[in-house]
């Protein structure tokens, strides 16, 4: 048996009184910390999974597509959404389904997956491109009060030119010349200086009747291979966004 000195036994009696007051507390402290840190490393495998499962089936989703298999395509964008919401793989094959049925003729599908992204996606700018996508299908439509009322929502910067741009070319087609000079006007001082694309609006402008600002009426020469020399519509707006970076 040991023995103990009296300062020994003394720290000892009170290294027992004290676990016996703050003993449960220290235990409890302890099991959930470690409950926590199970929880993380639990969350963080499970999201890593989830993560590489979306990420094969946007995957196949591509592959559908490419091969114009719309059928396997929507069977792929179904999984996604239904059971990978969560990830940016989602709204992403939703973005790519859109296009494909839009290119097929099937409008009211593209707009559901558009729409889909709009009140799901996490992620503004994947929002703010199927705002843009869906506001070109209702202009396609003559709805032009409703691309308008979806242009209203809020945007950030990046997107001001194009959602003025296509602001104008739906007031212009109600015959509302005076607002779509003022959007065409707002498109201009919104888009890079640099850009190729401002030649396109500047053109528009012109057919309305409108002034070009600054030195744009100096009149800068056509850089693309539309009619007229007027650049297609921006290919940042109409491409599928990349897939996104496992996390």
């Known amino acids: 048996m040991a023995v103990y000195d009296s300062h020994e036994q003394e720290q000892l009696d009170d290294l027992k009184a004290w676990w016996a007051r703050w003993g449960n507390v220290v235990t409890t402290v302890v099991v959930i910390a470690s409950a926590v840190a199970i929880g993380v490393q639990g969350w963080r495998w499970y999201t890593l999974r989830q993560a590489d499962e979306a990420g094969v089936l946007y995957g196949a989703l591509s592959a559908a597509v490419r091969d114009h298999d719309l059928p396997r395509a929507k069977d792929a964008t179904t999984q996604l959404t239904d059971r990978y919401a969560r990830t940016g793989y989602a709204p992403r094959g939703a973005l790519l389904l859109a296009k494909a049925l839009f290119d097929g003729g099937d409008a009211a599908g593209a707009k559901a997956q558009l729409t889909w992204v709009i009140d799901h996606g996490d992620e503004t700018e ?70 190729q694309y401002r030649r396109y609006v500047e053109v528009k402008l012109e057919a309305l009747g409108g002034t070009l600002p600054g030195a744009a009426a100096a009149g800068a020469p056509g850089g693309g291979s539309g009619a007229a020399g007027v650049p297609a519509s921006p290919a940042a707006a109409a491409a599928p966004a990349a897939a996104p970076a496992k996390p």
Do not use: C, M, N, Q
């Not at 409703?146 to 194009?162: M, S």
């Open 126 to 195: 994947l929002k703010e491109i199927a705002r843009y996508r869906l506001a070109e299908i209702l202009l396609d439509e003559k709805r032009y009060d409703d691309a308008l009322k979806v242009l209203d929502a809020k945007h950030g910067e990046p997107f001001a030119g194009l959602y003025a741009d296509l602001r104008g070319d739906a007031l212009a087609a109600a015959g509302k010349s005076a607002d779509a000079k003022a959007a065409y006007e707002t498109a201009l001082a919104k888009l890079d200086a640099k850009s």
